[in-house]
């Protein structure tokens, strides 16, 4: 009998590409046969957040792309996690743990939970992001 392969999936902006975020792909890689990620549009940075990210968002595409942990890189155009599931079908869906709790998450786990996809947090990576890093940049001046 053939092994299911296990598809994971998992969403940012990449602005700044860091080590935090280079610790969530190689995590996620570690736990799934494929990984698919969504990188945020700069439209949909801005309607949330209410900043645009310093880097467009073809440029945080071809980063990630290149990123040897990651299978695929589609655009994340809404926060809509089921939406997405309905899409490309993942069985796991991989998060910073800065987001557990959050209402956000609560309703997309129990949402997930009815369909069989399990939501894996990762530790935040302290001490960088890229609003920590934007912040460096501003003092600069």
């Known amino acids: 009998m053939d092994k299911k392969r296990i598809i994971g999936y998992t ?33 949909l940075c801005v309607n949330y957040k209410h900043k645009a990210p310093i880097v467009p968002y073809e440029e945080r595409k071809a980063i990630v792309e290149a990123i040897r942990y990651v299978d695929q890189v589609v655009p994340q155009v809404n926060r809509d996690k089921f939406l997405a599931w309905e899409q490309l079908h993942f069985d796991r869906m ?23 996809v399990t939501v894996i947090y990762f530790p935040y990576t302290k001490g960088t992001s890229s609003t920590i890093l934007r912040e460096k940049l501003d003092g600069v001046k």
């Open 11 to 43: 969403t940012g902006v990449f602005d700044m590409f860091h080590v935090g975020h280079l610790n969530i792909l190689r995590q996620a890689k570690e736990q799934c046969d494929y990984l698919i990620v969504g990188v945020t549009t700069d439209d």
């Open 94 to 116: 991989f998060v910073g743990d800065d987001w557990k709790g959050s209402s956000l998450f609560s309703e997309v786990e129990r949402r997930f939970r009815d369909v069989g």
